[in-house]
Each structure stands twice: as structure tokens, then as C-alpha cells.
């Protein structure tokens, strides 16, 4: 982006909160788009009682927003939800609005065939939409990731930015001694789930690791659940913990992400070792189906 003047731009973000994905993604844009433009940036405040799910609503009460300062002839920022497959949003949102970090994955479930069907049949139309959109309304586009590049042409890869969940990582040392051996991310997705074995955390019960759990509760006897707690708590059971395991549906979501910074060593399905291009010797990849290329982790607790 071009060093812009002093100004105040005004963000809309559905999600700012602390000790959510989309909240603290939001957050790390925020205050990456500050430092690299030396401005001042507030946040469109939300004084409305959602009676549907915020996250359905609150991103088109928002565009109504963008449009009024629009007209005001205000500089906006507008930051989630951005999945690629939404190309109504980029359709009305004002013009060169400058946009959060586009998101999406490119693994899905093959199991659950209505899923099967939207992802591999009608995402891949809607990010040709959304790309024709994207090229001819906005100047600058930045992904979360690069996972979405194989759905993309030559002509927009070149006008984007990509891996920015990525950007500004800074490694801690991994120590051997550490209470946890795994902390794990559970969240119940129709999509994650077929990236997630529960299967899994059972092998690693029976071969005695100490798993601890965080987000939604995995109902396997052996496992401690925290629940959903706040981001400075989640760090701090990363910091103690030796391991943990990625999902196929996003090898660098921001857990994993804050898991590497943490010091944890991150396990991966070799299935998807073509996806590590960045800070590969934090990864592991086995068998994540075999149950002895697990117990070699004993060795290294």
C-alpha cells in the first residue's frame, strides 16, 4: 500500500473481539494498516441488538455504514466477514473501499455430500465472480492466506498480497520439559470436523499423552476441556505445551500460528506437507492414522 497522509480512516469490523479468529485477524490488520501508513484509524461503533446471528447480519448493517461515510467522503476500512465466496459483498460495498484480509480454504469435507456439492461445485464459481469484482472495484486485495492461489488467475494474483496471517511472527524457543503434550483447537464445523479425527485424540489417550482441549467440548473421557477462554489464557497453555495438531483445512490458522510463536511443535497429516512453505522445521509430518508413528512422539516428551 502507498504511504498515505495523516488522515483518519474508519473501520467497520463485525468481530474485534480479543479471543476470537476473526477478532484478533481483524486486530493484527488494524494495527499492520496503522504502522505501515502512519494514521489514526477508529472503529464505526455498534449500538444494535442482533436479533439473527451477527455473523449474517452485522456485515450488511456494516455496508450500510461504508456507504453513509462514503458519501461523507470519508477514508473506510471494512474488515470481516470476507470469505470469497461471498461476492455480494464485494458487489455493494462503496468502491475502492480498502478491504480486510480475504478468506477461505481450499481442503473441504468429501464425506458429507451437500458440503461436497457447495464447495467443490459452486464455491469455484462464486470466486471467479468474486475475483471479476475484486479486479474491477478495488485497487488493493490482501488474503489470509495463500490457500485459495490454485482457484485464481495471473491477473489477480499479481494485484494481491497473500499470507498475510503471516506477517510480524516472531519464534520462541521450543523447550523439551512442558506439562501439556498436546493442546488442541476444537471447533464443531461441517467442514473442520472432516479435517479433525476424534479417533486421533483417542490413539494419543491410549498411548498416554496428556491432551488438553480449547473452543467447543470434545466429550472423550482422558482429555481436559477449557472451553472457550480468553486469548491470554489459550497462550499461556501454549507455552506449556509440547505439541499440537493442524488441520488440513487450514495449516496456518491462527492457533496454529500462535502455537508457533508459543515455542509448540505443530503435527501434521504428511498427507498435507505440500502445504508447509513457511517455517517448516516447526512441523512434524506422520501418520496421523498410524498408530505407531505416534508413539515415536514418547520419545521426544
Not at 480454504?105 to 465472480?129: D, M
Not at 498480497?161 to 506439562?179: A, P, W
Not at 490413539?203 to 470434545?218: A, M, Q
Request: with cysteine; charged share 25%.
Amino acid at each position: 500500500m502507498k504511504l498515505i497522509n495523516n488522515n483518519e480512516f474508519l473501520f467497520w469490523a463485525s468481530d474485534y473481539n480479543l479471543n476470537t479468529g476473526e477478532g484478533r485477524l481483524a486486530r493484527k490488520f488494524i494495527n499492520h494498516f496503522k504502522k505501515e501508513n502512519r494514521c489514526k484509524t477508529r472503529q464505526i461503533e455498534k449500538k444494535i441488538n442482533f436479533i439473527l446471528n451477527y455473523k449474517y447480519i452485522s456485515p450488511f448493517i456494516g455496508i450500510l455504514y461504508m456507504w453513509y461515510f462514503f458519501f461523507k467522503k470519508k477514508k473506510i476500512i471494512y474488515i470481516n466477514y470476507l470469505p470469497l465466496w461471498n461476492s455480494l459483498i464485494f458487489l455493494i460495498l462503496p468502491p475502492n473501499t480498502i478491504l480486510g484480509p480475504i478468506t477461505g480454504g481450499a481442503n473441504f469435507n468429501t464425506k458429507n455430500i451437500i458440503n461436497f456439492f457447495i464447495r467443490k461445485l459452486i464455491f469455484p464459481k462464486l470466486y471467479k465472480l468474486s475475483e471479476i469484482i475484486l479486479i474491477k472495484r478495488f485497487k488493493n486485495i490482501t488474503f489470509s492466506t495463500d490457500l485459495l492461489k490454485k482457484y485464481l488467475s495471473k491477473k489477480i494474483i499479481k494485484k494481491s498480497n497473500f499470507n498475510f496471517v503471516l506477517k510480524n511472527i516472531t519464534l520462541n524457543k521450543i523447550t523439551i520439559k512442558k506439562k501439556i503434550d498436546f493442546i488442541i483447537y476444537y471447533r464443531k464445523h461441517s467442514n473442520k470436523d472432516s479435517h479433525f479425527s476424534k479417533n486421533l485424540i483417542l490413539n494419543l489417550i491410549h498411548l498416554g499423552f496428556k491432551v488438553e482441549v480449547v473452543g467447543d467440548t470434545l466429550n472423550i473421557e482422558g482429555i481436559k476441556n477449557h472451553g472457550f477462554i480468553s486469548n491470554k489464557s489459550t497462550q499461556k497453555l501454549q507455552k506449556n505445551s509440547m505439541f499440537t495438531i493442524a488441520s488440513g483445512e487450514n495449516v496456518y490458522s491462527l492457533f496454529v500460528i500462535e502455537c508457533l510463536t508459543n515455542g509448540v511443535k505443530v503435527i501434521i497429516d504428511k498427507r498435507f506437507s505440500n502445504q508447509i512453505k513457511f517455517y517448516k522445521k516447526r512441523f512434524k509430518f506422520i501418520d496421523l492414522k498410524n498408530k505407531k508413528s505416534l508413539n515415536k512422539l514418547r520419545m521426544i516428551v
